[in-house]
């Protein structure tokens, strides 16, 4: 268990429709990362989150968002829904969100667009 | 721009024996990490061992080791005494410096059959 949680463990859904993915760092940690797992693109960075500030962000489609709350938890929210969009999300999490820290990765959200 | 290499799909290996993951990397960064990562059938992903590039140990971790040639921009990751639980994908990862801050560059990975 790498302390990192991520609710929901599935979702399933139909094209057009939004969902919210949330994400809890371990405890100490203050930053947050977004990633995502498709069988064509791979694994792929999203964003980044430091101390509830935006501070890198990746191949994160417009009709995607996120934020990182003041308790340190964060959200991925994605919206107009596409097959395309059916991947696995993973949360990870490390403490300065520099150098060379290791990321822990939580469980993942596994969305299947219908 | 980085960019993780793991030529080979997959590889097979024998309960008990060891065997050897490839990676290679790009990067113009003087200074950056690799990482490896295991993702079970379960799907999460697990972190093994790092290796930071001004590291002049190879790193080592349980029966986890990484061969570490910075000439040669390899990072192969080394499971010795292999076990049935080795089975897994194996994600080769790199992190480097510069305005990238904490982004991950992953490969496309390795899946590994451990046979009894």
């Known amino acids: 268990d790498s302390g990192v949680t991520q609710t929901p463990k599935h979702l399933i859904t139909a094209t057009g429709q939004r969902v919210t993915l949330r994400c809890s760092p371990r405890?100490?940690?203050?930053?947050v990362y977004w990633y995502q797992q498709s069988l064509d693109q791979g694994l792929q960075f999203l964003i980044q989150?430091?101390?509830?500030?935006?501070?890198a962000k990746g191949n994160i489609l417009e009709r995607f968002s996120a934020q990182q709350f003041p308790d340190l938890h964060s959200e991925l929210n994605l919206s107009s829904l596409e097959l395309g969009d059916s991947a696995l999300y993973f949360c990870a999490s490390s403490v300065e969100g520099a150098g060379q820290e290791t990321q822990y990765f939580g469980p993942g959200t596994r969305l299947l667009v219908l | 721009a980085q960019k993780i290499t793991q030529t080979q799909p997959g590889m097979f290996v024998q309960e008990k024996e060891a065997v050897t993951l490839d990676c290679t990397y790009d990067t113009s960064d003087q200074s950056y990490g690799l990482f490896w990562y295991k993702q079970p059938s379960s799907g999460e992903m697990i972190f093994l061992i790092y290796?930071?590039?001004?590291?002049?140990q190879n790193a080592t971790e349980g029966r986890y080791s990484l061969n570490f040639q910075k000439a040669r921009k390899s990072a192969n990751l080394v499971i010795s005494a292999s076990q049935l639980g080795d089975s897994a994908m194996y994600f080769c990862?790199?992190?480097?410096?510069?305005?990238?801050?904490?982004?991950?560059?992953f490969g496309q990975g390795t899946i590994l059959t451990v046979h009894p």
């Open positions: 290796q930071g590039s001004y590291d002049e």
């Open positions: 405890s100490g940690d203050l930053s």
């Open positions: 989150y430091y101390n509830g500030e935006e501070r």
């Open positions: 990862a790199m992190r480097a410096g510069g305005t990238s801050y904490g982004k991950l560059t």
